[in-house]
């Protein structure tokens, strides 16, 4: 197994199906097969993020029945996870995370490896540029990190002591915490609570408890237990009991973003009380971190109207 980085753009003119399948020219395929069962970082060009901005892991390579000599990656969906802060290619001290790509006047090269589509990470490299990207979100929508003993069981086995995850040293494997659910959980929370700006999508409350801390909830659209991946474009900020509703069927949201109910569920003075007025999704204030119209769509064909 080996650890890569993908290239792609949420625009791109290639077959590819962003958290399910990378398509790529048989030039890559090697290197690809390489990294069965393994972690790749997601890398959107100058088009998208223009920086490192989720990991996946491969599970298989196929060919790709409609050209010859491509092939697809294909990922497994429910591993996708969004880096809490996008990562530049160089960290702040100037220094390329890919330290191939740099050149003798610390600059990146123009071409060559720089034009790759996949291009193989060492161990280091893919430590370095994960930490980054799960760097703490400050302020007071950010959750406490998990507490040392639970560090402790997402790094169990390693052979050296773990250190608790404030300030990780990149002599750890993080293969295995990203398969923490315990973390992926609080990450994906800090993640939409941040987006939404801790405001509840579908009443519009802003609420906070005494210490300051956000009561609405990060919602997975569509939920672990069907693959659903841990990023903000598949979450809603709701309130405990929009939660519930939601995850029930009681509530759902259509393609224009109009919030469906299901009346003969639902009471209308419930309505009046939870819903905001007009019944439209207040999305975040960046269209990259809009919930996914197949996410959406998901819901709504198999948990909307379909549960007690």
């Not at 406490?144 to 990780?168: D, I, K, Y």
């Not at 659903?228 to 224009?256: C, K, Q, Y």
């Not at 939870?274 to 971190?289: E, N, T, Y």
Request: glycine share 10%; hydrophobic share 40%; net charge neutral.
């Amino acid at each position: 197994m080996a650890q890569a980085v993908f290239i792609r753009n949420p625009e791109s003119i290639y077959r590819d199906e962003p958290g399910l399948r990378y398509n790529l020219p048989n030039q890559c395929l090697g290197m690809v097969k390489d990294t069965l069962g393994d972690w790749v970082v997601v890398y959107e060009g100058k088009r998208g993020a223009f920086g490192n901005v989720a990991v996946q892991k491969v599970v298989a390579v196929e060919p790709d029945p409609l050209r010859v000599g491509w092939h697809f990656a294909v990922f497994a969906p429910e591993t996708l996870l969004q880096f809490e802060t996008t990562v530049p290619r160089a960290s702040a001290d100037g220094l390329l995370y890919e330290r191939r790509l740099q050149g003798p006047d610390g600059r990146a090269y123009s071409g060559g490896l720089n034009t790759s589509a996949v291009r193989r990470l060492t161990p280091a490299e893919f430590a370095a540029i994960v930490n980054a990207g799960l760097a703490e979100i400050e302020g007071a929508d950010a959750l406490p990190r998990l507490a040392e003993e639970e560090q402790a069981q997402a790094f169990q086995g390693f052979a050296e002591e773990t250190a608790p995850f404030g300030a990780p040293p990149l002599k750890h494997d993080r293969t295995k915490l990203l398969g923490y659910r315990p973390y992926r959980e609080q990450a994906f929370q800090r993640m939409v609570k941040r987006a939404y700006d801790s405001r509840c999508a579908i009443s519009g409350l802003q609420l906070r408890n005494g210490g300051g801390r956000p009561e609405v909830q990060a919602a997975h659209i569509r939920p672990v237990r069907d693959k659903g991946p841990d990023i903000v474009a598949n979450g809603l900020a709701l309130s405990g009991t929009l939660h519930w509703m939601f995850d029930r069927g009681l509530i759902g949201i259509a393609e224009d973003h109009t919030i469906l109910i299901s009346h003969n569920k639902v009471p209308e003075d419930v309505v009046r009380r939870l819903i905001v007025p007009g019944q439209k999704l207040l999305p975040p204030a960046s269209r990259r971190d809009y919930p996914h119209p197949e996410f959406l769509r998901y819901h709504r064909e198999h948990i909307f109207g379909q549960m007690g």
